[in-house]
Structure formats: structure tokens, C-alpha cells
């Protein structure tokens, strides 16, 4: 979806000049909406192709996870920001989350923005 972070005026710039209709002025969404599809399939196959990644030496990331003072690790533009923990915070449980003000901070703003949704 990196193509949606392109600016909303350069797409209607392409839909008034090249998707309009001269005569009537009227867009034709058909074939506008198949210009987006196309050109969003062709750039991420093109990005598939062309952003792999190189993977690391995994020697060297066996030999800094070997150390476990990260104070001794070399700072180098390899080594991690911050100090990754190995132990996994288990997931809340549903009463722990209901306790948590963030949780009700989210819902409130999801039904702000988004409206409530009517379930038939």
C-alpha cells in the first residue's frame, strides 16, 4: 500500500488529464480504477523483483548474542539501539484488559472517528 502515500492531487491530476472525458467532463471510473490496479500490481511485482534482502553474516549475529553483557558488544552500525529482552511478556487476559485505561482510550476513539457499526 506505499503507493496511497502519494498525494491525493497528483492521482486527480492523473484522472482529470488522462481519464476525463473531453465532451461531458465526467470521469470514467472503469478505466481509472484499471490504470490503479495496474499500475499498483506492476509496482509491487517490480518491488518483489528488485528489494530483496541481503541477508546478514549470521556468524557475526551468533557471536553478539553470544555475549550477554551488551556493554562489551562492539558499537558498530550492526549492533542493535536498544537492548532486546530473550523473555517474551505473556499476553493479558481479558479482565486485565479491561483494565487498562489505553484499552478503553482506543475503543472510545475507534467509535469517535469510526462511528458505531450496526450488526444485523
Same mark, same amino acid.
Not at 4 to 27: E, K, Q
Not at 42 to 52: E, P, S
Not at 94 to 103: A, V, Y
Given at each position: ?12 491530476? =492523473? ?14 471510473? @472503469? ?6 490496479? =495496474? ?25 553478539? $548474542? ?10 558498530? $552500525? ?14 493479558? @487476559? =481479558?479482565? $486485565? ?10 475503543? =472510545?476513539?475507534?467509535?469517535? @472517528? ?7
Amino acid at each position: 500500500m506505499a503507493l496511497f502515500g502519494l498525494s491525493p492531487l497528483f492521482f486527480s491530476v =492523473i484522472a482529470s488529464t488522462f481519464f476525463c472525458d473531453p465532451a461531458t467532463g465526467a470521469l470514467d471510473v @472503469t478505466h481509472y480504477t484499471r490504470f490503479i490496479a =495496474i499500475f499498483n500490481s506492476v509496482t509491487y511485482a517490480g518491488g518483489f523483483v528488485f528489494l530483496q534482502q541481503i541477508p546478514r553474516n549470521v556468524d557475526s549475529v551468533q557471536r553478539a $548474542e553470544a555475549q550477554s553483557d551488551p556493554v562489551t558488544l562492539a558499537v558498530n $552500525e550492526n549492533s542493535p539501539l536498544l537492548a532486546v529482552s530473550r523473555l517474551k511478556p505473556a499476553d493479558p @487476559t =481479558i479482565s $486485565e484488559l479491561l483494565r487498562l485505561p489505553d484499552f478503553w482510550l482506543l475503543g =472510545i476513539f475507534g467509535v469517535l @472517528t469510526l462511528g458505531l457499526v450496526r450488526v444485523l
